[in-house]
């Protein structure tokens, strides 16, 4: 079904900068913004809570088929009613919610929550398949990258602020490990969908990325006005 409103699609490999971008360019134009990696986190968490190991299908299965992911107004993510906000942004969600996302039923499942969330369109969706898988016809497709050392950089100085330790060198590890399977997986991997424009953020402030991507946005929404 084609959205009613104008969707914007960002996708990329972790701490290319998808997130604050996406959130404040959202808040901007007054869309509502989705971050698709949080319910991959809150999904993966939430598997760990009910003790079931990722490598147990049957078990992953069952649970998948009743799981409910969703956000709240103030942007708070539910699993089955449980608010899950405080604990995806850690070294073990970053684990596994990368290993939860290589499953192809786990993926069905949250591709389907995403398109209702998005059908209304007025929306930026921002994960590593948007583009190629949940909205294949989105208005506007933007991939975003970075090198991994300025990624690394980036994450690592994010995790301080909240306390983690953690050496300059484990979080590049982690990250060349996450683009490694997020890359290589055999259900929707990580890949720049052919109309995506690729806006590398490597050598570009917060302010520069935000502006070049409002600009595209604007080009790419003109006839919703
Ligand atoms: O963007 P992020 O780092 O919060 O995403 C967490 C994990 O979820 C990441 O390893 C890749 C996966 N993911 C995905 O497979 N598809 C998406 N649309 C978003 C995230």
Redesign the pocket.
């Known amino acids: 079904m084609k959205p009613r409103g104008p969707v914007v699609a960002i996708?990329g490999p972790?701490g290319a900068g998808?997130?604050t971008v996406s959130r404040n360019v959202a808040k901007k134009l007054g869309f509502k913004y989705v971050?698709?990696?949080?319910?991959?986190?809150a999904f993966a968490v939430a598997v760990e809570d009910e003790g079931i190991s990722p490598e147990d299908e049957d078990a992953l299965k069952e649970f998948t088929k009743r799981v409910d992911v969703c956000f709240d107004k103030d942007g708070h993510i539910y699993v089955n009613r449980r608010d899950y906000t405080h604990r995806i942004r850690t070294p073990l969600a970053?684990r596994l919610?990368?290993v939860i996302?290589t499953k192809g039923f786990v993926?069905e499942r949250l591709v389907s929550l995403q398109r209702r969330i998005g059908e209304e369109g007025y929306v930026i969706m921002?994960?590593?398949?948007?583009g190629t898988v949940?909205f294949p016809d989105a208005d506007v497709k933007i991939y975003l990258v970075a090198s991994q050392e300025v990624r690394a950089e980036r994450r690592f100085r994010e995790l301080k602020e909240k306390g983690h330790r953690g050496s300059k060198e484990e979080i590049l590890k982690a990250i060349s490990e996450?683009d490694r399977?997020?890359t290589e997986r055999s259900h929707?991997p990580?890949r720049r969908a052919e109309d995506a424009v690729v806006v590398d953020t490597t050598e570009l402030s917060l302010e520069e990325v935000e502006e070049r991507v409002m600009k595209l946005i604007e080009r790419g929404i003109k006839e919703w006005k």
Request: charged share 45%; proline share 0%.
């Open positions: 996708d972790s998808k997130s971050d698709t990696g949080a319910m991959y986190r970053d919610s990368s996302s993926r921002e994960g590593r398949d948007i949940v996450r399977r997020d929707s990580l």
